[in-house]
């Protein structure tokens, strides 16, 4: 099979995120399995327009950068666009054009229109999630009506985990039928380093015996570093050595960097900014647990990143981690909120002997569970024309779904508003809405009305607390079988005054 995949980001050109290992991974995963696969991004400086690397070959597009993130998107899509066209005209058409996100959506889009290849649409975020579970207007409105038009236009959407999925039926009625959900993927043999622990420790002036928690993301309101910013105090009451490692950069950095100011509490926060991919697994390791405490997370990957490298985590019952992080056994699970997350975090300290199992555990769930042969082979299955359904024109409306708690009635008119708008694509503008109903007859009703009740089922489920066992109830002085009896009473005197009042109506 010949696959183009077409992305913003790579590890080995401009890497951003999460996308950019996911990429880069999934196509090495899928060459190894004996196809053809070729990425498609934009170019760093001074990097040649294609190169090959292992099996797995690299197109770095050249366009005329500007300082409007959309419109420098919409220019990086044309260029990937022709670079696919001039491929195509070399070596034959592909099979599949995958792309990923909102960013490379648009250049899905014209490949499929005007050359009618497969096309499949990964999400590793919505906008909304990236906002803070917000919808705001201006540039952020553009993000989303590109989102909507991607997967109208696309074959088939895979979804990173269940709450995205969730999320995209919620606010863009996609249906079930046209989602997959296929979780990212981690190469864990890159977080086997041998280093010492105590010195990498030392290296950023961390005593050898202090607990050390990780915190390693965006430094943007979404990820949380605020929650466990303000958790910090409540932790340093009980355990006074206790350090924290933020790395990561956003545009909350300086503040938080005042905040711990402010707090007093400077002397245990390490803020280093971005790390590349060499510096994190010895970052992992000096750590004896990572924190995830995000207010949205699609997926997760850090995650997976801390169980490679064997240790504990302490996530937030909110996102992709919810799904796959077994409480109490690879880590915990706790709410987004500061006394909740010192609680976990607390209670970490509490017995590292435990922690250190649940990191072992957490290793073993990734050598199972998320290889990315793993993924390749889920990520082949969507690639295959017949594992979708062909039949239906339209996308099926869903009822919004809000994994978050029931959206405000204004929250609700603002997406309505977004829902409304037209979809562009290349300058043109679509009749075609993501939110046009087709007729269904009453038993795809009824399927599409029990896989919404699922879906839903799933997202209440995953934010439960943890069952409590062995919990003293206060006893109460009037017994169990005294109580049952005066009930029976009462059931017989109902009982009694039915047949009465039905002997005077039969008698009249």
């Known amino acids: 099979m010949r696959i183009a995949m077409l992305s913003w980001e790579s590890l080995n050109t401009i890497a951003v995120g999460g996308v950019a290992a996911h990429v880069s991974e999934l196509a090495d995963a899928l060459a190894e399995k004996g196809h053809e696969v070729h990425i498609f991004t934009r170019a760093g400086e001074n990097q040649p327009e294609y190169e090959r690397i292992g099996n797995v070959h690299e197109h770095r597009c050249r366009y005329q950068y500007c300082d ?50 497969r096309s499949i649409l990964t999400i590793h975020s919505t906008e909304y999630g990236r906002c803070g579970n917000t919808f705001p207007d201006g540039q952020s409105a553009r993000v989303r009506e590109q989102e909507r038009a ?36 981690v190469r864990n043999a890159r977080f086997e380093v041998t280093c010492d622990p105590a010195e990498e420790k030392e290296r950023y002036g961390i005593d050898r ?10 430094m943007a309101y979404q990820k949380g570093p605020d929650l466990l910013l303000e958790a910090i105090p409540s932790i340093l009451k009980y355990y006074d050595n206790a350090k924290f490692i933020f790395a990561g950069d956003g545009d909350m950095r300086w503040s938080l960097e005042e905040r711990a100011r402010d707090m007093g509490i400077e002397h245990a926060v390490r803020f280093l900014g971005y790390r590349n991919g060499n510096e994190l697994p010895r970052l992992f390791k000096l750590a004896d647990m990572v924190c995830v405490p995000s207010r949205n997370e699609p997926f997760g990957i850090v995650v997976l990143e801390a169980w490679s490298a064997g240790k504990p985590v302490v996530v937030t019952q909110i996102g992709g981690p919810a ?69 239906r024109d339209a996308m099926q409306v869903t009822e919004a779904i809000h994994v978050n708690g029931r959206r405000s009635a204004s929250t609700q008119r ?49 934010i439960l607390p943890a069952p409590v066992e062995n919990r003293t109830y206060r006893k109460t002085t009037e017994s169990t079988d005294s109580r049952a009896g005066r009930q029976n009473g009462r059931n017989k005197t109902r009982r009694d005054g039915t047949r009465r009042e039905l002997a005077s109506h039969m008698k009249h």
Not at 151 to 164: K, N
Not at 171 to 176: A, F, G, R, S
Not at 348 to 358: I, K, L, S, V, Y
Not at 421 to 443: K, W
């Open 414 to 462: 603002k997406h309505r508003a977004d829902s409304s708008a037209m979809s562009t694509t290349n300058g043109t503008r679509s009749t075609s809405r993501i939110d046009a109903r087709p007729e269904l007859n009453p038993a795809e009703d009824l399927v599409a009305t029990l896989q919404r009740c699922r879906s839903m089922l799933h997202q209440v489920e995953s």
């Open 323 to 391: 799904e796959y992080v077994a409480h109490e056994q690879t880590g915990l699970k706790v709410y987004p909120t500061v006394d909740s997350i010192a609680w976990g975090l607390g209670t970490m300290f509490m017995d590292f002997d435990r922690a250190r199992r649940m990191g072992k555990a957490g290793l073993e769930t990734v050598q199972q569970r998320f290889t990315w042969d793993r993924i390749a082979e889920k990520t082949l299955a969507v690639y295959d024309p017949s594992h979708v359904p062909q039949t």
């Open 68 to 117: 409007n993130l959309v419109d420098d998107v919409n220019k990086m899509c044309g260029a990937i666009v022709e670079q696919v066209i001039a491929t195509e005209d070399h070596i034959g058409p592909f099979d599949v054009i995958h792309a990923h996100d909102w960013l490379a959506a648009n250049a899905m889009i014209w490949l499929k229109q005007q050359r009618g290849r």
């Open 150 to 185: 991607g997967l109208y236009w696309c074959d088939h959407v895979i979804a990173v985990s269940g709450v995205t999925q969730a999320e995209l039926a919620g606010m863009y009625d996609v249906p079930i039928w046209k989602t997959s959900v296929v979780h990212n993927g």
């Open 209 to 218: 015996m202090d607990p050390t928690v990780l915190f390693c993301g965006r």
